[in-house]
């Protein structure tokens, strides 16, 4: 018996993902990404936010990021287990699903743990496009974990950065970055430790992702006008920078309700002044005031930019071989017939 | 590239568990899956409990049911769109998945269209036997949709039901239901009344779907001594029943947060004494009284029981060729190396 078309839901298996980033191009992917999020930032007031559903554990987090724009709803599932990695596994994996609104019906199904990694790096550079100095070339780039190289790419490719300058406690992880950013078109310094990643750079990027209060940049470390990524501090309990950085920081956040509770500005008291991107996207605030202001992108990962992740492949595999149809909804001919539809299966 | 073990996903399609529940048997399944459900009322105070996270919109509602044991983590996805049915789509759709608290990996993706209503019948009649009066032989189900014949089956095979007289608005429908379940061991009476439906009956279902204030049975039509098992009325706006039944019932309900504005008892002042059903069921609160007494279960379906659904799947699929390995979890043998596993991809 064949299913009804409405219950065949579309997944993109990781193996798709990966034919499809290949098949658009890895930088021309991030570079959409942004665009589609940029559009979605601009139209921010209208989405469905809530903070994230988080069940917490002593072994990690498992959350579901719901949003909706009214026509469609879309939601990731996430978890967070820096434990994990020396168990051979992913810190982060993740999948999604976009539905209609109308009807409540699924209409994609897909892997994000690589879609995170590029939605997760487009977002920072769409801000970075923003915020970063002008004429910026060199981005450090500390932590060098599965997110690194899509960052150096993102930025290589929608800030004109041209150098990226690689700082990791473990060596080796500074190694893979390097050997996988070979031939991509930036020139890559591998550095023996936080402060050497950082001379130089107008842009620094932190990335760890240990699961506790740490210090990779202290304040001393920090000069005037440098733009800060800071993508690791994303939970509670866990950041990445000296709380005297924040205070001398302009601080730019997805979603306060939610960078409060999981981002940098944990460690600020809870009416620090922090400015919404969105606001910035939309020319409702400013970005960047002057070439000496330290701009912060305390940066969680918000469910509107995995909505916009999840929009942009919805089309992107449309009319391609980069999905299959999945019998994931039961649809009888007669809808309140679904006994039926059991016994004629028989 | 063959994905690893862990990133592949057992899935079980509308196909398989079809084929699962016929292997097993519609009512021995429906049978286990109560004891499953039974245990995990027992249990009830180690959950997770939060009430569902709701996308409302004018068309429906789309939920995420999340829960944990502490070890297993789940949840489900449903939607529910009492309009669909008139474009030919499902009230209700729903998928579920279950997670390892441990690694934050997941480890079974199922359609839980059929197996909600399932679970829902298991749940009904598992209460049924704790609530419904000794040597009850007749149930009328009032509003004879998709989830009906999942009922008389489930109280038939758990609380010795041996007649089920069935009334709708729409004929249809009734005789729908009644073909359905010709020839499955119950003598089905087909009325053309609410009140025909309920005469001689000692329990009542309703399992109607409009969404707003209905009134499926009104006050005078309730005799002493009746177990009333209120499916329906299981979202803000949409009850069923006359407010005076309620009055004179002794309400049980799965988890009073969730059931005070979704049930029926959100017609109540929200301190009107009610009584968890987990409590019953491990004896620390008292269930049917005398046989005079009305019993009502205000039931809105929890997340517990899909999880209790989800954990039996697991197992059930153990082995057998009733699932498909999903690759939906981007797994790289170094789990930094993403981008590595990307390229190599190429």
């Not at 939601?75 to 976009?98: C, D, I, M």
């Not at 994609?108 to 487009?122: D, G, N, Q, S, V």
Request: proline fraction near 5%.
């Amino acid at each position: 018996m064949q299913p009804s078309d409405k219950a065949l839901v579309p997944f993109v298996s990781v193996d798709n993902m990966m034919r499809l980033i290949h098949h658009v191009g890895i930088e021309q992917m991030i570079t959409e990404l942004a665009a589609e999020i940029e559009a979605d930032f601009k139209r921010w007031e209208l989405f469905d936010k809530t903070p994230r559903v988080a069940a917490h554990s002593p072994h990690g987090v498992i959350e579901l990021m719901p949003t909706s724009d009214g026509e469609a709803y879309g939601f990731k599932y996430v978890n967070g287990h820096p434990k994990n990695t020396t168990e051979g596994l992913q810190t982060v994996t993740a999948f999604g699903l976009l539905a209609d609104v109308y009807t409540g019906y699924p209409t994609l199904l897909t892997e994000m743990t690589m879609l995170t990694a590029l939605r997760t790096a487009a977002t920072s550079a769409l801000v970075g496009k923003y915020l970063a100095p002008k004429g910026a070339t060199t981005m450090a780039m500390i932590g060098n974990g599965a997110q690194s190289e899509f960052q150096c790419l993102a930025f290589k490719a929608l800030c004109g950065i041209d150098t990226v300058r690689l700082y990791d406690l473990d060596p080796r992880a500074t190694g893979k970055c390097a050997t996988n950013l070979a031939g991509k078109g930036l020139t890559v310094v591998s550095c023996k430790t936080a402060e050497e990643a950082i001379e130089g750079a107008q842009i620094i990027t932190t990335c760890t992702a240990d699961k506790k209060y740490a210090t990779i940049l202290t304040d001393n470390m920090v000069g005037p006008g440098v733009h800060i990524n800071a993508i690791g501090g994303d939970c509670p309990g866990k950041t990445e920078l000296h709380r005297d950085i924040l205070l001398r920081s302009d601080i730019f956040v997805e979603y306060p309700e939610q960078t409060r509770i999981e981002g940098e500005i944990q460690a600020l008291e809870p009416d620090h002044p922090v400015t919404e991107m969105w606001q910035v996207i939309t020319g409702k605030a400013q970005g960047r005031r002057d070439a000496q202001q330290i701009t912060l992108f305390d940066s969680v990962g918000f469910a509107i930019e995995d909505f916009s992740a999840l929009r942009y492949i919805k089309k992107a595999i449309e009319g391609t071989a980069f999905f299959e149809p999945l019998d994931m909804l039961a649809d009888p001919d007669d809808p309140r017939d679904l006994f039926g539809m059991l016994m004629r299966a028989k």
